[in-house]
């Protein structure tokens, strides 16, 4: 029996109204892109496993990918980061859905988030008022899919393995890294990214339904 849900948060609950993304943005203006695997795990180990400022966690992915790191890139790359933390929004079905769920099951909130972007964000929505748990890899100094997240998770709840779904917008990073340590997920693909995965919901709001045929 499910008894605890394990949220992602980007692209899952919360996103950027921007467009594009101001992670798109920073990545193009490398000449990389977001999707490129390798540049995405080089920025998210980069600028989400530590409290350090933007800027000097910026100083260190450009060092990591051979760029100059000249005053006036770091300058654009950290505005770039810092200016969306205004438009950092919940889809619409996020609120909703989080406090009808607060009161049927633990909730836990996982993330991959920066130090900046994620105070920005608990200053405006009750995250601690929705989830017993915030586990954040600027604290942990870690990034997912590393299973250490769900170890931690496991021993601060006591709950068994399989009282425990996850639930997240990355099929490889939230899914597949759940799974590797035993705990079921199910893949909210909002943008139909995986077309092939037949296992997903489509919006926030069929959560309750699925959680009610598979209790």
Known sequence: MIKALIFDCWGTLFTNSQKPH?????????????????????????????????AQHIRLL????????TTDLVDELRDIMLNSLPTQIPYDDTIETLNRLKNKYRLILLSNSFHEGFTSLQS????????????????????????????????????????????????????????EVGIEGILLDRRDRYPDISNKIHTLSELETFLSVNK
Do not use: C
């Open 124 to 179: 405006h929505y009750p995250l601690n008022d929705w989830f017993e748990m915030v586990i954040l890899s600027y604290k942990e100094n870690i990034i997912k899919p590393n299973p250490l997240f769900y170890d931690k998770i496991i021993k601060k709840t006591g709950l068994e393995k399989n009282e425990l779904l996850m639930i997240g917008d990355n099929y490889n990073d939230d899914i597949l890294a759940a799974k």
């Open 22 to 54: 101001p992670f798109s943005q920073f990545a193009n203006r490398l000449n990389h892109t977001i999707d490129d695997h390798t540049f995405l795990k080089a920025f998210e180990h980069h600028l989400m496993t530590e409290e350090e400022s933007v």
């Open 62 to 69: 450009l060092s990591d990918l051979n760029i100059e790191a």
